[in-house]
């Protein structure tokens, strides 16, 4: 049985075993939820629809025309970056964290066979009572040693398209300086010679609405219509699309976001970073790219541009049918993923080695769980 139907057989016994008074009152209200949506939906439509006629396709978005033809990134060395973690545990407020970060190399381009590098892999331990958020404490960590397979990579000085799984500042929150700091040193080392990419599957960030608020002098209740720009921009595309029959790739205008929430201490730091949104036919999903840049070159802005240009064609031409995501990141996604299973059979090894000959120790143990 494959992984994808026992997940549906699990799903189905769990729904199937909730209380049937309980249930009765939850589909009916699922079902009332899923008509308003629908209506949601509509109206949203109707309004992109009527925005994107106001402001003019050109001042929002390009098409795959606007995209270099003499620059072919599937001959570029290229490098997917990952990290993964699953917290289990809690015994006596103790969490353990199996944790990996993997770099996919593709050094000749696509031609060449992908090499899986397992930068670090380990078990972090986490005392609930020093940092009350476990889950966001184990995120930090994970990405502190994504931050190194950053700068280790930038050191060894080779020209190339170093794809990242998620946004360039990340976590997307307030951390401390130090973090900033080590994160930025590494970016800046690889931006030296060489292209970095984030990719952001799930933004909820407002840039591009209070952008164009601004330039186009847009009523913000028309724009706060929509929760988020990937939202905004996903209606966009579907209404071109569906005017004009197009299914070709679709990207945004660049913005630049440095200066915004929570990109400051970034900026701060030297680091310039600029966003767009991009669609690669009317079956991909909306996905937010952001490209860095060391601070003094964002004064050159056809030059910004031709390097945004070859960020996105990058991503287009990794891009593969049914996939979300460049083929580098998609597979460094994959070799890193900590798995339950997985971190249910470490902790099982944890609890297993932690057994004592001595009765009183059992039975502490016993307590704690």
């Given at each position: 049985?494959?992984?994808?139907?026992?997940?549906?057989?699990?799903?189905?016994?769990?729904?199937?075993?909730?209380?049937?008074?309980?249930?009765?009152?939850?589909?009916?209200?699922?079902?009332?939820?899923?008509e308003s949506f629908q209506k949601?939906?509509?109206?949203?439509?109707?309004?992109?629809?009527?925005?994107?006629?106001?402001?003019?396709?050109?001042?929002?978005?390009?098409?795959?025309?606007?995209?270099?033809?003499?620059?072919?990134?599937?001959?570029?060395?290229?490098?997917?970056?990952?990290?993964?973690?699953?917290?289990?545990?809690?015994?006596?407020?103790?969490?353990?964290?199996?944790?990996?970060?993997?770099?996919?190399?593709?050094?000749?381009?696509?031609?060449?066979?992908?090499?899986?590098?397992?930068?670090?892999?380990?078990?972090?331990?986490?005392?609930?009572?020093?940092?009350?958020?476990?889950?966001?404490?184990?995120?930090?960590?994970?990405?502190?040693?994504?931050?190194?397979?950053?700068?280790?990579?930038?050191?060894?000085?080779?020209?190339?398209?170093?794809?990242?799984?998620?946004?360039?500042?990340?976590?997307?929150?307030?951390?401390?300086?130090?973090?900033?700091?080590?994160?930025?040193?590494?970016?800046?080392?690889?931006?030296?010679?060489?292209?970095?990419?984030?990719?952001?599957?799930?933004?909820?960030?407002?840039?591009?609405?209070?952008?164009?608020?601004?330039?186009?002098?847009?009523?913000?209740?028309?724009?706060?219509?929509?929760?988020?720009?990937?939202?905004?921009?996903?209606?966009?595309?579907?209404?071109?699309?569906?005017?004009?029959?197009?299914?070709?790739?679709?990207?945004?205008?660049?913005?630049?976001?440095?200066?915004?929430?929570?990109?400051?201490?970034?900026?701060?730091?030297?680091?310039?970073i600029f966003t767009v949104y991009?669609?690669?036919?009317?079956?991909?999903?909306?996905?937010?790219?952001?490209?860095?840049?060391?601070?003094?070159?964002?004064?050159?802005?056809?030059?910004?541009?031709?390097?945004?240009?070859?960020?996105?064609?990058?991503?287009?031409?990794?891009?593969?049918?049914?996939?979300?995501?460049?083929?580098?990141?998609?597979?460094?996604?994959?070799?890193?993923?900590?798995?339950?299973?997985?971190?249910?059979?470490?902790?099982?090894?944890i609890i297993t080695r932690s057994?004592?000959?001595?009765?009183?120790?059992?039975?502490?143990?016993?307590?704690?769980?």
């Amino acid at each position: 049985m494959r992984l994808e139907q026992i997940n549906e057989l699990r799903k189905r016994m769990e729904f199937n075993s909730t209380e049937s008074e309980t249930l009765v009152r939850l589909v009916e209200e699922s079902q009332q939820k899923g008509e308003s949506f629908q209506k949601e939906n509509k109206r949203l439509r109707i309004l992109s629809q009527k925005l994107l006629k106001k402001i003019g396709r050109e001042q929002i978005f390009f098409t795959d025309a606007d995209l270099p033809s003499n620059f072919d990134p599937k001959t570029c060395c290229s490098v997917g970056i990952d990290g993964s973690f699953f917290p289990m545990g809690g015994i006596g407020g103790k969490w353990y964290i199996p944790y990996s970060v993997v770099r996919i190399l593709f050094s000749e381009g696509f031609h060449s066979m992908p090499v899986v590098d397992v930068y670090a892999a380990g078990i972090e331990e986490i005392q609930e009572q020093e940092f009350i958020n476990v889950k966001s404490e184990a995120s930090l960590r994970m990405l502190v040693g994504e931050s190194k397979a950053i700068e280790n990579w930038g050191a060894k000085n080779i020209p190339s398209l170093i794809f990242i799984d998620g946004p360039i500042v990340d976590p997307p929150k307030p951390v401390n300086d130090d973090y900033v700091i080590e994160r930025t040193k590494g970016i800046k080392k690889c931006l030296e010679k060489s292209i970095m990419i984030g990719c952001v599957k799930r933004s909820r960030d407002n840039f591009f609405k209070k952008d164009f608020e601004e330039k186009f002098k847009i009523d913000f209740s028309e724009l706060n219509n929509f929760p988020s720009d990937q939202y905004l921009f996903a209606y966009f595309f579907m209404s071109y699309r569906h005017e004009t029959d197009y299914n070709g790739s679709l990207f945004s205008h660049f913005i630049d976001i440095s200066n915004m929430p929570p990109n400051e201490k970034y900026n701060e730091n030297g680091l310039k970073i600029f966003t767009v949104y991009f669609q690669k036919n009317i079956n991909s999903k909306v996905m937010r790219i952001d490209i860095p840049f060391l601070a003094g070159r964002e004064k050159n802005l056809l030059a910004i541009e031709k390097t945004i240009k070859k960020a996105i064609k990058s991503v287009n031409d990794w891009q593969y049918p049914d996939q979300y995501v460049p083929l580098p990141v998609e597979l460094a996604h994959q070799k890193c993923n900590i798995k339950q299973g997985t971190a249910e059979v470490l902790y099982e090894e944890i609890i297993t080695r932690s057994r004592s000959a001595d009765v009183i120790d059992q039975i502490t143990l016993m307590q704690l769980r």
